[in-house]
C-alpha cells in the first residue's frame, strides 16, 4: 500500500515505521541514519552505511518520531535531531521532485506549457500531470489526468515547477510514459505528505539560485 492506502501496481521491498508500526513499500517512507556524531541524519536515496531507521513519509509522524523519542530506542543509543528536521526533509524532497522533474526534461520524457501538456494528454503520451499548487483551479480543472491512480501530482508551486524547466513560473506539465515516470510519482507522494493541506512557500531562494543557469523563459 502507498501513502494514504491506495494500492501499488508495482511489488516493492516493504519497511515498517518505527512510529506508526505499520509496514508499506520503501518508496512511502524515508529512511535515517545516525551519523558519526550521533546526529539523525536523512537518506532519501537510501543508500547511506549504517542501520537504517524508516518514518513514515509525514510531516507529523516525523515530529513524532523526534519529540517521542523513537530515534534513540530505534538506534539503542542516545541521538540528536535538528529540531527544524521535518523543514530539512521537507526541502529536500522538494529539491529531489524538481531535480528528476528537470532530469525528465532533459531526457524528452516532460514537457511544459498548457498547450504542449494538453497535446501529451490527448495524445495518450502522458503518465502524469503535474500542476503547480498555487495555480488557478479554474484553469487547472481543465485539464485532465491520466487513467490511473496517483497521476494528478500538484505538490510544487509555480516557481518549484519552473526551476525544474528552466522558466520563472510554470503551472502545467506532464511525464511522458517512460522510465521516470514512477519515480516522479513516488517522489511526489513523499512530498505531498509534508504539504497536504499546508499553505507553503517555495523551500528556499539557494534553489532559485541554482535554477538561474538554466535562463528564465515566460510563464507555462
Known sequence: MSRGGKARVRDEPERRCVV?????????????????????????????????????????????????????????????????????VEAMLARQ????????????????????TKAALVAGDAALLVQAADGSRREKAALRPPEGENTCVTCLSGQELGMAFGRDRVIHAAVLAG???????????????FRVGVD??????????DAAGEGSRGKG
Open 97 to 116: 521532485l524538481i531535480d528528476l522533474l528537470a532530469l525528465a526534461r532533459k531526457a524528452g520524457q516532460a514537457v511544459a506549457g498548457l498547450e504542449k
Open 200 to 209: 507553503r512557500q517555495p523551500f528556499g531562494n539557494e534553489a532559485a539560485k
Open 20 to 88: 506508526t508500526r505499520s509496514s508499506g513499500p520503501k518508496s512511502g517512507l524515508i529512511r535515517f541514519v545516525i551519523g558519526p556524531d550521533a546526529d539523525v541524519v536523512p537518506d532519501l536515496a537510501g543508500r547511506l552505511p549504517g542501520r537504517g531507521i524508516w518514518v513514515s513519509a509525514e510531516a507529523g509522524v516525523l515530529r513524532q518520531a523526534a519529540a517521542k523519542g523513537h530515534f534513540a530506542r530505534a538506534a539503542k543509543q542516545a541521538v540528536r535531531v535538528a529540531p527544524d528536521l521535518a523543514e530539512r
Open 179 to 193: 522510465g521516470l515516470a514512477d519515480r516522479v510519482r513516488d517522489e511526489s507522494l513523499r512530498l505531498e505528505g
